[in-house]
C-alpha cells in the first residue's frame, strides 16, 4: 500500500552494527505495528504502538527497540545485529477503535545481517 | 499464548480446481481476517468475518468462520494463475482491549498453468 513506506527497503549488514528501519504513514493511522516474516514462520509481532505515548512489545521484542517519533513516524532498531535477524520486516497501520482492526502493510525491508 | 494454525501449509493445484485452506484457533477469536501475499509482495487484505456461522463471498472465493468463532476456512473456486500467493489467517482473541493480530503461518498456493 503507498500510504505505508518503509526505509530501506533492502539492506546488508554485518554483525554487531546498529540498524534503523524506518516506516512513514499517510493514512491518518493512530496504530502502528512491526512484524518479523521468516519463511515457513509467518509474521511475528515485535512491536506495537497505539499512540506516540503507547509502545507495547509484541511476541518476539528481544534484540528489538522502537521509537514513535510522531503519529506517522514508527522506528524499529537493532542495537547490536545478529545473524538470526536476518528477515523481512513489515510494518502495518490501523485505525483506531472498533473490531475493524484491518492491517495496511508497507512495502517490507529485506535485511540481511552478515 | 493464543496459536493460530493454518492448513495445508503448501498446496499445489492444477490451473481450474478449487482449492481450501483452513484455520485454527487456539482461543475464541473476536474476528478473524484473511490477507493474501503475492510473490514478492505484502500482505494486502482480502476480509474479515466478525459474526458465528457468517459466511462471505468475494467472486471465486468463499469464507466463512465457524460457529465457535474459533475456526475459519478460504475456498477458491476454479483456481486461476492469478491465485498464486501466501494466504494468511489473522486474529485476535476475544476480550477487552485485544487488538493484537495473531497470524497463522500460511497457506501458499501454487497453480499450475
Known amino acids: 500500500d503507498a500510504d505505508v513506506t518503509q526505509t530501506p527497503r533492502n539492506r546488508i549488514t554485518k554483525t554487531g552494527k546498529r540498524i534503523m528501519l524506518e516506516c512513514s504513514q499517510t493514512?491518518?493511522?493512530?496504530?502502528m505495528y512491526w512484524y518479523r516474516q521468516d519463511p515457513g514462520l509467518g509474521l511475528r509481532l515485535i512491536y506495537y504502538s497505539f499512540d506516540v505515548k503507547d509502545i507495547n512489545k509484541g511476541e518476539i521484542s528481544d534484540g528489538y527497540s522502537v521509537s514513535r517519533q510522531a503519529q506517522a513516524k514508527f522506528s524499529l532498531s537493532l542495537e547490536s545485529a545478529i545473524p538470526n535477524q536476518t528477515a523481512l520486516y513489515f510494518c502495518?497501520?490501523?485505525?483506531?477503535?472498533?473490531?475493524?482492526?484491518?492491517?495496511?502493510f508497507g512495502p517490507g525491508t529485506r535485511l540481511t545481517v552478515l | 499464548g493464543q496459536q493460530v494454525m493454518q492448513i495445508p501449509q503448501y498446496q499445489h493445484v492444477q490451473e481450474g480446481e478449487d482449492f481450501t485452506t483452513y484455520c485454527n484457533s487456539s482461543t475464541t477469536l473476536s474476528n478473524i481476517q484473511w490477507y493474501k501475499q503475492r510473490p514478492g509482495g505484502h500482505p494486502v487484505f482480502l476480509i474479515q468475518?466478525?459474526?458465528?456461522?457468517e459466511v462471505k463471498k468475494q467472486k471465486r472465493l468463499t469464507f466463512q468462520f465457524g460457529e465457535a468463532k474459533k475456526n475459519s476456512s478460504l475456498h477458491i473456486t476454479a483456481t486461476q494463475t492469478t491465485d498464486v500467493g501466501t494466504y494468511f489467517c489473522a486474529g485476535p482473541p476475544s476480550g477487552a482491549g485485544s487488538y493484537q493480530l495473531t497470524f497463522g503461518k500460511g497457506t501458499k498456493l501454487s497453480v499450475i498453468p
Open positions: 493514512k491518518g493511522h493512530d496504530r
Open positions: 502495518a497501520t490501523s485505525a483506531l477503535g472498533g473490531v475493524t482492526d484491518t492491517q495496511y
Open positions: 468475518l466478525v459474526k458465528s456461522g
